[in-house]
């Protein structure tokens, strides 16, 4: 990354050039071994792995420099997907998306250009090859399976303090929960419900199509 950044001042095209360091999400199936054997957290705090709908299977980094546009050394904390890069790339070069894509994808120029957006972000659709969804919207994260992911080793639900359930659904306050050891999906049926509609409607719209 190093080099290309200096590369970029060598042609001088620092200043008209946007540079976003991001990474596949999620760490793989090997890595409650690798923590085993080397204590190395592969998904940090957060839980999941890989293809699982739980925060450790979908955060990813995202650092964006952009001179003249955004503040070094700034941080945000409006939600965002990768998956909106499409339209952002497309807002900026002034290309018009069908209808039919980037249905999951919302432009966040404004927000990179300000620090605020323009408008709310929809929720954040989340997805596995195995076609369990779940929603984000603010610090909620509903599940719409009764598992986030699957093969979790008893050691690492203890050492985490996860709470087994017997729930069809799981839902999770990322604020105050943000290693989600606690399903509140019986504590909360009204947030179950409001965000259950919200997924339904987003898929029957077109959203995470297969």
Known sequence: IGKMLDALDELGLTKNTIVIFSSDNGPDKYSYSRIEEFKHYGMDSWRGLKTDLWEGGNRTPFI????????????????????????????????????????????????????????KRPPILYNTPRRKLGIRKDEWVFIDAPAGGKNEPDWFLEERGIEIHDQKVELFNLETDPGQTKNLALEYPEIVAELKLELDKMVAQGNSKE
Do not use: Y
């Not at 941080?75 to 249905?103: K, W, Y």
């Open 64 to 119: 964006v420099r952009w001179p003249g546009q955004i503040e070094p050394n700034t941080v945000n904390e409006h939600q965002i997907c990768l998956t909106d890069m499409m339209a952002t790339f497309s807002e900026l070069v002034g290309h018009e998306l069908a209808e039919d894509e980037g249905e999951d994808s919302f432009s966040i120029l404004t927000l990179l250009k300000t620090g605020e957006p323009t408008d």
